[in-house]
């Protein structure tokens, strides 16, 4: 199965009524952030099934003619055969394997070159964490941790709002592993982000940092930052906490 394959067979799957479903919840009218997004009414499990049948060996060389096509689940596809290849490339078996470094880099390079290409909220949260998010996490021939670094505060300072969502959800696989340090870098640098969809990704973040990784540490964020966050982010972060601290934070 090559690109043009799944493309005309996603293509033979679409249903008008789901579209419009879909258009209105990824909010695609004229103003908003989805705007202009196209959609062919598919469901995500028909798109992982779609991975699934093209398989590990679906060449990464066709995977840009997916990630640049004009429909929203063909797009979702490519990531998510990104996602396929990468993990299977990160096992603990093959985490300093030098071969296997050699095509998550190559993995890395192609998310980074296409990333304007997942240009809603869905795209970025199924495969970033996923893709960059574990590669924080492996070793990598193309710079050490300060060059990863430099790769993710590109990211948090592009003016794409979906680039900026990759610098913080990235965090939630550097977090399930133990490392606060990514979540919290960057929740302090989006903390005034003027879009409710950074807010609400910031908080999740916070919040899965302080049940992966420490509560005290979310709580000594907040002590720092609570007066100064915008009240979606804050009420994210703290969702787990029990009612009577929720509204000790939400009061200060």
């Known amino acids: 199965m090559n690109a043009q394959e799944i493309i005309k067979y996603m293509k033979s ?3 008008e ?49 997916l990630l640049m096509n004009q429909w929203h689940e063909v797009r979702l596809c490519g990531f998510l055969i990104l996602v396929a290849k990468f993990d299977k490339l990160a096992t ?16 890395v390079t192609m998310y980074l070159k296409y990333a304007e290409q ?11 964490h996923k893709i960059i998010g574990n590669w924080l996490l492996l070793p990598t021939n193309l710079g050490d941790n300060n060059y990863k670094i430099e790769v993710l505060d590109e990211l948090a300072a592009s003016p794409c709002l979906w680039k900026q969502r990759m610098s913080i959800v990235c965090s939630w696989k550097t977090s399930q592993q133990g490392d606060p340090s990514w979540c919290l870098r960057y929740a302090e640098i989006h903390l005034h982000h003027p879009h409710d969809l950074m807010h609400k990704a910031v908080g999740w973040m916070l919040r899965e940092m302080g049940k992966r990784v420490s509560m005290d540490l979310l709580r000594e964020f907040l002590r720092q930052h609570a007066h100064e966050m915008p009240r979606t982010m804050l009420r994210y972060a703290i969702e787990k906490m029990s009612e009577q601290e ?6 200060k």
């Not at 209105?24 to 598919?42: H, N, S």
């Not at 929720?246 to 009061?251: A, M």
Request: no cysteine; proline share 5%.
């Open 13 to 15: 799957l679409q249903n």
């Open 17 to 65: 009524e789901q579209r419009q479903i879909l258009m209105g919840f990824f909010k695609t009218a004229p103003g908003e952030y989805g705007f202009g997004d196209e959609f062919l009414g598919l469901k995500v499990p028909q798109t992982r099934e779609v991975v699934k049948a093209a398989g590990q060996d679906f060449p990464l060389s066709e995977v840009p003619e």
């Open 92 to 107: 603990k078996r093959l985490a300093n394997n030098t071969e296997a470094i050699t095509k998550r880099d190559e993995i």
């Open 118 to 128: 997942a240009n809603n909220w869905d795209l970025v949260d199924l495969s970033v």
């Open 246 to 251: 929720r509204q000790e934070w939400l009061n």
